[in-house]
Nanobody, 123 residues
C-alpha cells in the first residue's frame, strides 16, 4: 500500500520549534517534488514549501520564508519541514504531497497526499 505518513506535529508555545516528517512507503518518491501544505480551521488549504527531487531546489510561501526549512532524504524516503519561530497563525493541519511538476505551489499539481499532522501554536 502506497502511503505518505506525516508525523512530528503537536502543541508548542509561540517562538518554539517543531520538525515535521513525511515518510513514504510502498514506493519511492525520489523522482518527485515534495511539498508541504497546511489548512487552518475555516480556511482553505495553502502552500507552505516545496523541495525538488534532489533536494537542491526549494521554494517557500512568504509566510514560511526565513522560519521554515524543507529538506529531504531520498535514502530514507522522507521529507522534513523544520519550523522555527512558530506563531499562533501557524496553527493548522500540515500535509505533505508529491508532484511531478517542478516546484509547483498549486494543489492541483500534487497527485498523492498524506493524512496530515496537527500543529498547534499557543500564544
Amino acid at each position: 500500500q502506497v502511503q505518505l505518513v506525516e508525523s512530528g506535529g503537536g502543541l508548542v508555545q509561540a517562538g518554539g520549534s517543531l520538525r515535521l516528517s513525511c515518510a513514504a512507503s510502498g514506493r519511492t518518491f525520489s523522482t518527485d517534488a515534495m511539498g508541504w501544505f497546511r489548512q487552518a480551521p475555516g480556511k482553505e488549504r495553502e502552500f507552505v514549501a516545496v523541495v525538488g527531487w534532489s533536494g537542491g531546489s526549494t521554494y517557500y510561501a512568504d509566510s514560511a520564508k526565513g522560519r521554515f526549512t524543507i529538506s529531504r532524504d531520498n535514502a530514507k524516503n522522507t521529507v522534513y519541514l523544520q519550523m522555527n519561530s512558530l506563531k499562533p497563525e501557524d496553527t493548522a493541519a500540515y500535509y505533505c504531497a508529491s508532484s511531478r511538476a517542478l516546484g509547483s505551489t498549486w494543489q492541483k499539481d500534487y497527485y498523492f497526499w498524506g493524512q496530515g499532522t496537527q500543529v498547534t501554536v499557543s500564544s
